[in-house]
């Protein structure tokens, strides 16, 4: 049922990507005139082994654990003929931004050396979770959920799996069987993957095969190994612009970005060009959903030339405001300080 393939299956052009190992970071500058979604083919790839090739004629989903009353499986015809919601939903890994703790903080962490390129925002229709647990009587007694990949076992741990709390599970939770109108990419799950709105990537399990339902608290090497008491995205900012973009001096320009938190709406955005001596505030436009990014510009004309460096910091609903330092953390998760974004003015 399982065939195993190249690590990514799509086309990872040095344009749009950088490749590390095997995951590929997006390249910030490749959002640049795009809309609100992150195109498939550029959209982050993060893979503890190697994108599987998986046969919707013999797969099912199975939902089975002492928390539901009536254990199914069920079908990719299926699954598509259920009611269907749709969501424009970020899944950002847990490690995005773990290079600036090295670059920025003199205080490198182990792991992917991601810039701010593992996010992307994509449209996600599928069935909600917790219409599928109900469909199997899930009961009072629940506690979590543990949805497992069908991709290759992780070295010496098994297979990719997290468990989620019911709660979670039976809020806003998605198994998405389409991404930006297209059934999911090989490399972002197919034929089913969950999407889990504001959490950390790892909770967004592709490959889906099984998901067991406890009436005990479940736990995986990806709760207690790795990405242990991580839940909810912190607040982060990028330009979409090349690392050492080249300016042209005396010319208005018009930058632009996007700003994201896991724990609620963007409400303010500002940019610094003299290193953090002083802030303008940037404009919003477009929309900005709930556990998405706001977009948003500002003007700039760089009176000299030479090296320089762009900052954006902001700040979401729940009054979060991106730091200047990020604490120390031991895995280089949840990198939220202000980056450092280096830039050069050149004679136009
Ligand atoms: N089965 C499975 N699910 C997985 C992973 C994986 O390696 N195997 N990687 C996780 C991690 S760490 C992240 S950040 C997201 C990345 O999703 P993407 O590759 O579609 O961008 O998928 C998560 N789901
Ligand atoms: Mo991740």
């Known amino acids: 049922m399982t065939q195993a393939m190249a690590t990514i299956v799509k086309p990872l052009p040095d344009h749009l990507f950088r490749v590390h190992g095997a995951s590929a970071e997006m390249r910030w500058e490749t959002m640049s005139g795009q809309g609100y979604h992150t195109p498939n083919d550029r959209f982050f790839v993060r893979n503890h082994t190697f994108t599987p090739l998986i046969d919707v004629t013999t797969w099912r989903l199975q939902v089975h654990g002492a928390g539901v009353r009536c254990p199914r499986a069920f079908g990719y015809d299926e699954l598509r003929a259920m009611p269907s919601r749709t969501f424009d939903v970020a899944i950002e890994c847990a490690g995005n931004g773990r290079r600036f703790y090295g670059t920025q903080q003199h205080d490198g962490a182990p792991g992917t050396q991601w810039g701010l390129g593992a996010i992307g925002v994509a449209r996600w229709r599928g069935v909600p979770l917790r219409y599928l647990l109900q469909q199997a009587g899930v009961l009072p007694g629940a506690i979590d959920v543990l949805p497992t990949g069908l991709d290759a076992p992780f070295e010496d741990y098994g297979h990719v799996r997290r468990p989620l709390p019911i709660d979670k599970a ?131 004309a760089p009176r000299r030339t030479g090296p320089g460096v762009l900052m954006a910091r902001a700040t979401d609903e729940t009054g979060s405001t991106q730091p200047l330092i990020t604490p120390r953390h031991p895995f280089g998760y949840h990198f939220d300080a202000v980056v450092q974004h280096p830039i050069h003015v050149v004679n136009g």
Do not use: C
Not at 211 to 218: A, N, P
Not at 257 to 265: D, E, F, L, P
């Open 170 to 300: 039976m809020d806003d939770v998605l198994v998405a069987y389409e991404m930006n109108g297209t059934p999911l990419p090989p490399d972002h799950g197919f034929p089913v993957r969950l999407v889990v709105p504001g959490w950390v990537g790892i909770a967004s399990i592709k490959w889906l095969g099984d998901i067991e339902v406890s009436t005990t608290e479940l736990s995986s090497p990806w709760n207690t190994v790795f990405y242990a008491n991580v839940t909810t995205q912190p607040v982060k900012s990028a330009f979409e612009l090349p690392w050492n973009a080249r300016l042209p001096v005396g010319k208005p320009h018009v930058l632009h970005g996007r700003s994201w938190s896991g724990r609620g709406r963007i409400v303010r955005v500002e940019v610094s060009f003299d290193g953090g001596i002083s802030w303008r505030d940037a404009e919003h436009h477009g929309q900005h959903l709930v556990s998405a990014w706001l977009p948003w510009h500002i003007g700039w």
